[in-house]
């Protein structure tokens, strides 16, 4: 598996085991060519930090357990807000507050129109 078809089986393992676990509002940011970081970021909000580490955990082993790739997480304790670095997807999971405050997405994920891209639709 190539570097990109690793980055891409990544992304839609992170798209996926977020919808499954029922975050809400998630948006997916393509990077690559605006951001060495990644070549995506997703950001996605829980209903409580209770739902914001718990899927933050799981997505963690997932992808620890699918690609056998070490991932960084910062924020466990509080999970106001969790950022998992899994490489070629950086995950941010928000408390709707937080997310709100921050607006990290607004930085960097807009379509033609300017609106922001979104995956799947509050829930």
Do not use: N
């Not at 807000?81 to 928000?94: R, S």
């Amino acid at each position: 598996m190539t570097g990109t078809d690793r980055a891409e089986a990544l992304h839609a393992l992170v798209l996926r085991a977020l919808d499954d676990d029922q975050a809400i509002d998630i948006v997916s940011i393509p990077l690559a060519g605006k951001s060495t970081i990644a070549d995506h970021m997703v950001v996605a909000s829980g209903r409580s930090t209770r739902q914001v580490a718990a899927m933050a955990e799981k997505l963690a082993e997932r992808i620890r357990e699918t690609f056998a790739l070490p991932v960084r997480i910062e924020g466990l304790p509080a999970a106001d807000w969790v950022l998992l670095d899994a490489g070629d997807v950086v995950i941010h999971i928000f408390r709707p507050e937080v997310r709100q405050f921050y607006a990290l997405e607004k930085m960097w994920a807009f379509d033609s129109d300017g609106a922001p891209v979104r995956i799947a639709s509050g829930r």
